[in-house]
């Protein structure tokens, strides 16, 4: 009776996997199609105003709705999507690229280097995120670059803590001692073992830092420190949203915040069956 009980919650916990992958999958597809096309097939300017359109609730015409000076919220939206995907995604290369060489160094080096560049870390890891980010963008006129390079400098911390900790893993395993014993030098055990060992934990951080990203970038537009005011970008959809949302008008912020969760849980979602996939511990307990 017991291994029936525990065959059928082994199956259901397969089938519920299995359908949030798949969810994950066609979310992420469907935000890939609607970055790429609906642009160009719309053939609309998303920065054309009309007066006489504004605040127009959903419809066949303005599928989101209009936003306070009539200009069409799907189209604003997707435009906005893709700048905060460009800075997700470039963010979190430059970020994980800079965490993972910085935590190699740090196991592979060990002694004085790994405790000075560990209490770096933790000495940067103590300042808020959004605060140092708005340090950096100040320094520099709004617009895209900016916002790129904040995000990209404050989100490799938690990269190098985990690369750190693989790499002194790896450092003991039977592989390890025999390159050594072959006279590989640090340098080479660790370009040609360490690092590719912990590229895919890496990867993974990387995934999952592009939602983070896509947040941070929407934080910093909504305070005024990140795209300017004209340009589409989710947080300033949603800045600019705030009057229409306390007349009454749910749209012009409904829209703009989904743009964003949407994309954090289908990529979520895509990162734990990747992580499932790393762990086997993990994929086992699923299928018991």
Known sequence: MADLVWKSRGRAGRSTHALRVRTSAVLVALIALAVLLVPPLAQLDQQAVDLSTKLQPPSWAHPFGTDDVGRDLLLRCVYGLRVSLLVGLVAALVATVIGTAVGAAAGALGGWTDRLVMRSVDTLSSIPHLLLGVFIVAVFRPGVWPVLVSVALTHWL??????????????????????????????????????????????????????????????????????????????????????????????????????????????????GAWRDRLNPRRRSELTL
């Open 158 to 271: 938690s990269t190098a803590r985990i690369v750190r900790a693989e790499v002194l893993s790896l450092r003991s395993r039977p592989f390890v001692d025999a390159a050594i014993s072959g006279g590989a030098s640090r340098l080479r055990v660790t370009v040609r073992h360490l690092v590719p060992s912990v590229l895919p934990q890496a990867g993974l951080a990387a995934v999952l830092m592009i939602p983070h990203a896509m947040w941070h970038e929407s934080a910093l537009s909504f305070l005024g420190l990140g795209l300017p005011a004209h340009q589409a970008s989710l947080g300033n959809l949603v800045q600019s949203a705030r009057g229409s949302l306390l007349a009454g008008d749910w749209w012009p912020t409904l829209f703009p915040g989904l743009f964003l969760v949407v994309p954090t849980l289908a990529v979520a979602g895509l990162a």
